[in-house]
């Protein structure tokens, strides 16, 4: 658990600062999802030794709870902050040369049939 907060930490803060000098919203979002890796494996940790360590065994279950606390409120702000995107909309996954691509592909593929 020890070298996976370290690596996901150390990916998550470069991959952040790289998302942010090439304007990467998908950069971005992976280094959020290392960061929260790391988030887990700091987690890992704690809630061991202050089970094993200090003996107290509902330690690891408080840590879980806060852990995933902390994921949920991160992702919702996530969400909140994106929803004006519309990214379950088709119009948000489909541009308009895509459109023409297909159209394109489907009078091909039409002339294609009726010359058969």
Known sequence: SVPSAFLFGFLG??????AHEVDSMALRK???CSLAGACLSCGVLIGYFLM???????????????VGLVLVVAGAVSLKKNVALRWWSRQFWVTEASRAATKRRARAEM??????
């Open 52 to 66: 094993v360590e200090a003996g107290i065994w509902w330690a690891d279950g408080v840590v879980a709870m806060i």
């Open 30 to 32: 992976d280094g959020f």
């Open 111 to 116: 002339s294609d049939l009726s010359d058969s």
């Open 13 to 18: 803060f470069y991959k952040l600062r790289i």
